[in-house]
């Protein structure tokens, strides 16, 4: 079955520090999303991404973050200068399309920890 | 963020009876509504969905329960397996909002042989 993957599975970076998050969408989704989770809490959408552009970002998605898919298939998060409080799980997911009745995929997430 | 809520951190079932996760919301305009299962160390699986038009779905063993008008949904087991202990999560989305999912806290379900 397709899945969703996502690279590196554990990254540490000190703060201050740019990191590049990395997922490869399912082939045939069209809708790409980033949710975190930080320890203890529950899961939170980021932003969501269609044809080459935020469709919807949430208040915590703010200018230290960015998205982009750089070619076909990969999709990345970027946060410019970490914070501690950036330490969580980070997951990419993808949909076939935007209507919510379209489940979204998710890939095994990425663990950030910021030192 | 209170709109979907979990109120029952974990759940402990025997082997072959049924489990029942609990799942209640606030935000009227939700429309459809997801479960997922989460395994440590890998991401949330999609496991069934309603849409609000409906009052059950049923797949296999799984089945969702919608009540609209109490904004309460429930996901039944049966049998349940020892392979089905994971994290369960419920979540929702509107299309007014876009495709956004708004997550619960999630259930601990753990079912003993």
């Known amino acids: 079955e397709p899945e969703v993957t996502q690279t590196p599975s554990h990254q540490v970076t000190q703060m201050g520090q740019e990191v590049i998050l990395r997922c490869v969408p399912i082939?045939?989704?069209?809708?790409f999303y980033w949710y975190r989770q930080i320890l203890g809490q529950k899961v939170e959408f980021l932003v969501s991404f269609y044809n080459n552009e935020i469709s919807e970002k949430s208040e915590i998605f703010d200018d230290q973050f960015s998205v982009e898919r750089p070619d076909g298939s990969n999709f990345t998060l970027k946060i410019r200068s970490t914070k501690l409080e950036d330490s969580a799980m980070y997951f990419c997911?993808?949909?076939?399309?935007?209507?919510?009745?379209?489940?979204?995929?998710f890939g095994d997430g990425t663990r950030l920890s910021i030192l | 963020d209170q709109q979907v809520k979990q109120n029952s951190p974990s759940l402990s079932v025997q082997e072959g009876r049924i489990s029942i996760l609990n799942c209640d919301y606030t935000n009227s305009m939700f429309d459809y509504f997801l479960w997922y299962k989460k395994y440590p160390a890998e991401g949330p699986t999609f496991l069934i969905s309603?849409?609000?038009?409906?009052d059950k779905n049923e797949d296999g063993r799984f089945t969702v329960f919608l009540n609209k008008s109490a904004k309460h949904l429930s996901l039944h087991i049966v049998p349940s397996q020892p392979g089905d202990s994971a994290v369960y999560f419920c979540?929702?989305?509107?299309?007014?909002?876009?495709?956004?999912?708004?997550f619960g806290e999630g259930t601990q379900l753990t079912v003993n042989p």
């Open positions: 309603i849409s609000s038009i409906k």
């Open positions: 082939s045939n989704h069209l809708y």
């Open positions: 997911a993808s949909s076939e399309a935007l209507q919510s009745y379209q489940p979204q995929h």
């Open positions: 979540a929702a989305s509107a299309e007014t909002s876009g495709s956004r999912l708004t």
